[in-house]
């Protein structure tokens, strides 16, 4: 029984302990200089009583007795030594938080080192726990030391900016030193460059991260508090003002903690661009002659000559002649052509056997480069262009003479068209020399007064270079490449232009230029231009003729029956046009008022076409095809009677230059040619019949059509039918509704219906088609009647012929309203539910009756209560 109570007072014990208050402050030693702030952070956990807690502090040094300081409950609880100091608030003690407070001195003196105790009265129900903390803390001497030495003002681009600043302190206690560099560019903030310390680590600012790994900025310790950095390769971005930051430093907890800061300034440093003292010139004004050896030289002068890297390159006119990189590798040059460094910032271009295309205005163009520090990387820091230098070059020109000529003269459009270009008296052009030609077209000026538009400036029609190359201007492209126009070289001083078909928009003036080329060893081995000559204009003009034509249609076999075939032929006549192209419509019309309806088309590449009216099933009965350069033949096979009429040809004329599109030209229409003749053939006739007029609704109707032929004895396999089945509504209506049709090759095909029943149509016997109207409705009420196309088979040609349309009678069909069959379901319905109703109002007033309508008013004597009154 002693051991669980022992348990259970373990268990008490410790929860006790585990709940137990506990008040914390700094676990460290705290040193401090004198006049600077100080603060002391101090905690309570795991208490009882109301949330927010008070505080009292007090300060113990040695073994004397210990000050009471300050107190959040108690204003009274300072000693009076501190009163003063607390008035003032140079001590004073902040609220953090419910259980946090924290004492702030503004300017901690020497003698408030000692232990600060920091207590927490009770508001627990038991006393357990810590309720007060200690931390010892040491205030020693202000002996931080900050002397800067003043930095060079004026250093230039490329240059070394070096920055020394010497800080000390009197060693204590365990304090450490750190430096940092600063730098302003102009109203911005400072930004740091460099810190050193406190624990002999570097650390960088944001913008120098990469130019210290590159070497650009290094820290140089001096010795005896002197910190030095280095800073090479300077910029414009690191002229301003520098200064720099002194702190000595002391660890808490593991942390390092500023305690005392101080600064100076180094002074302004300017940066002197190296494009301030970047001086490029060139030589004066040099006159040569062809084949001399021209050399220029550049002369390159700066105060950082020395740290620079030169990129030079010689320009004539603005056009790059030779480049030198900064590494010495030459760019751009040739074997004439050479350019290389003479001296210190001297380079010299050398340019052998001079050509008049050498002459111009040269310059030399010089970027410097700088590196941002030993091993940063290049930038470019200065671009100069030397005054330009003249140079001339002394040579004598080829001479000659050119004219030009129409040789083959075109009298009409479509001619040919020739003109030569003739060079003479050819004179100083060089044994490699060549010519190239160039021909040059403008149109005929207008009428006087009209003003010049675009259309008539000068156009280029091609040109053939020094090497024979062709170039096409723009607007006769298509004609070069289709070969319609030619430019050739028929000797080495004639030139000739040829248009295979000339066209009226080729009337102009032509004009050739004749340019001379000589050899230009300075463009390994290319050509320049040397001369130019142009000639006067030649005009080709001729008397423009409207094109004609005419066409002429002749019957080739006549039709005189149906079945027979039909041929025309239609003849053609031109004027004026040069081997054209034609196309032809073949057109019909029923008569000389109708409509012109298109049967066949044949296009100018002869593409055989046919027209919208031309039965399918017809197509290979009608022939066009071009039989001469000139004609064309018709040819209609197994003619019918919807063939009978008029028939010509409508032809046109096209032209089109090689590789182009067709041009129409001219139209024509021939004569035309009646086709007409008188069918013998059998007659048609056609009856309808009904089994019956009347019909009740949902009931099928059925109608015969009943088709015979008179006339001559024919087979049931020579005739054929197409049957078509209407219905009119309304008596003497005009609009009737197709329901269904049947082709001559047996193909039924239904109309659009918009009610519930359905139609049928079916060939019951070789001249009789039946239409049945199954499921009737209302809305088939009305006329029907039918209409049929006969087909036979001529025994002449042994084609079939379409015969004239015939139409039957009208039959009108009625469907009843039945009225028995409308009104015996709801009379049915009507008896059973007035029967259900007066059976269940029985039966309802019988219950009613027997249960609830009984005389409950009435009690009868109990036989009882008269036995009891007789004995009284």
């Not at 004026?154 to 206690?173: A, D, F, K, W, Y």
């Not at 941002?372 to 001479?399: D, L, M």
């Not at 309802?844 to 036989?863: D, E, I, Q």
Request: glycine share 10%; aromatic share 6%; with cysteine.
């Amino acid at each position: 029984m002693e051991r669980p109570s022992f348990i259970v007072l373990l268990i008490f014990v410790s929860i006790g302990v585990c709940g137990a208050r506990l008040v914390s402050v700094s676990s460290a030693p705290l040193i401090r200089v004198a006049g600077e702030p100080t603060s002391i952070r101090c905690d309570v956990i795991e208490y009882e009583g109301p949330r927010e807690q008070d505080f009292d502090w007090d300060l113990k040094e040695g073994e004397a007795d210990a000050v009471k300081v300050i107190s959040t409950f108690d204003r009274d609880y300072s000693d009076a030594s501190l009163r003063g100091r607390i008035a003032s608030g140079d001590v004073s003690v902040v609220r953090l938080e419910d259980n946090a407070v924290e004492l702030r001195i503004k300017k901690v003196r020497s003698s408030d080192s000692g232990t600060y105790i920091c207590k927490t009265p009770s508001t627990d129900s038991v006393m357990s726990g810590v309720y007060e903390a200690e931390v010892q803390l040491t205030v020693i001497p202000a002996t931080l030391q900050v002397s800067p030495r003043p930095a060079t003002p004026i250093v230039l681009e490329g240059g070394s900016i070096s920055l020394s600043c010497n800080v000390t302190r009197q060693l204590t206690l365990p304090t450490y030193l750190s430096v940092t560099w600063l730098l302003q560019r102009g109203a911005s903030p400072f930004e740091e460059i460099l810190t050193f310390g406190p624990g002999g680590g570097v650390t960088t600012g944001a913008g120098y991260v990469q130019r210290y790994s590159d070497g650009g900025i290094r820290l140089v310790p001096r010795g005896e508090g002197v910190f030095g950095l280095m800073i090479s390769g300077a910029t414009a971005s690191d002229a301003g003002l520098y200064k720099c930051v002194g702190r000595q430093w002391t660890t808490e907890q593991g942390k390092w903690r500023n305690i005392l800061e101080k600064s100076g300034e180094m002074g302004a440093v300017s940066v002197t661009p190296i494009a301030q003292s970047l001086v490029v010139s060139a030589l004066s004004d040099t006159a040569l002659n062809v084949d001399d050896t021209l050399t220029l030289s550049c002369k390159v002068t700066s105060d950082s000559l020395s740290r620079l890297a030169l990129e030079v390159s010689w320009l004539v006119d603005g056009r790059g002649v030779a480049s030198l990189s900064r590494d010495g590798m030459l760019t751009n040059g040739s074997t004439l052509v050479g350019l290389q460094r003479s001296g210190q910032g001297e380079f010299s271009l050398v340019v052998r056997g001079v050509t008049g295309s050498d002459a111009g205005l040269y310059s030399c163009r010089v970027r410097a480069w700088s590196r941002s520090g030993e091993a940063g990387s290049w930038y470019q820091a200065a671009e100069k262009t030397s005054n330009p230098v003249k140079v001339q070059v002394a040579r004598i020109e080829p001479n000659f003479s050119v004219t030009s000529n129409l040789v083959l003269t075109p009298q009409a459009t479509g001619d040919p068209t020739e003109l030569a270009c003739h060079v003479t008296n050819i004179t100083h052009l060089p044994a490699a020399g060549r010519l190239g030609v160039a021909w040059e077209y403008s149109p005929l000026p207008g009428p006087p007064g009209d003003r010049p538009t675009t259309a008539q400036t000068t156009q280029l029609i091609g040109s053939l270079d020094a090497q024979g190359n062709l170039q096409t201007g723009e607007l006769y492209r298509g004609r070069m490449e289709s070969g319609v126009i030619s430019l050739t070289r028929v000797k080495p001083d004639t030139f000739m232009m040829r248009f295979l078909q000339t066209q009226d928009g080729d009337m102009g003036a032509y004009a050739c230029s004749v340019s001379a080329w000589t050899p230009n060893p300075a463009r390994q081995g290319g050509m320049e231009r040397a001369a130019e000559l142009r000639t006067p204009l030649v005009t080709v003009r001729w008397e423009s003729k409207r094109p004609g034509l005419s066409v002429v249609a002749r019957t080739e076999r006549e039709a005189s029956a149906g079945g027979a075939v039909f041929q025309m032929s239609c003849s053609l006549a031109v004027e004026h046009l040069q081997e054209p192209g034609f196309s032809v419509l073949v057109q019909t019309q029923e008569n000389l008022e109708g409509t012109p309806r298109t049967v066949v088309s044949l296009s100018p590449d002869a593409v055989l076409h046919h027209g919208g009216i031309t039965d399918p099933s017809r197509r290979d009965s009608l022939v066009l095809v071009k039989t001469g350069p000139a004609e064309f033949s018709f040819r209609l096979a197994g003619v019918q009677l919807s063939d009978r009429g008029f028939y010509w040809c409508d032809v046109t004329a096209w032209t089109r230059q090689t590789g182009q599109a067709w041009t129409r030209a001219v139209s024509a229409e021939s004569n035309k040619i009646q086709v007409t003749f008188d069918e013998t053939g059998p007659s048609f006739f056609v009856g309808i019949k009904s089994d019956t007029t009347k019909v009740f609704p949902w009931e099928t109707a059925k109608m015969e059509c009943n088709l015979g032929v008179s006339g001559s004895s024919r087979k049931t396999d020579d005739v054929s039918y197409e049957v078509s089945w209407f219905l009119t509504r309304m008596r003497g209506a005009q609009t009737s509704t197709l329901l269904a049709s049947v082709d001559r090759f047996g193909v039924v095909r239904k109309g659009q219906r918009n009610s519930s029943s359905d139609v049928s149509l079916e060939r019951s016997g070789p001249h009789t088609y039946t239409l049945s109207v199954h499921a009737t409705q209302d809305s088939d009420s009305g006329e029907y009647h039918c209409l049929a196309t006969p087909w036979h088979l001529s025994a002449s040609t042994g084609a079939w012929t379409q015969a004239a349309q015939i139409t039957s009678t009208r039959v009108f069909l009625t469907v009843r309203f039945a009225m028995w069959d409308s009104l015996k379901l709801p009379l049915l319905y009507g008896a059973g539910a007035s029967l259900g109703v007066g059976v269940f109002s029985l039966l309802l007033g019988l219950v009613c009756a027997r249960c609830c309508c009984r005389n409950t008013t009435h009690t009868p004597r109990s036989r009882t209560k008269l036995m009891d009154l007789e004995m009284d």
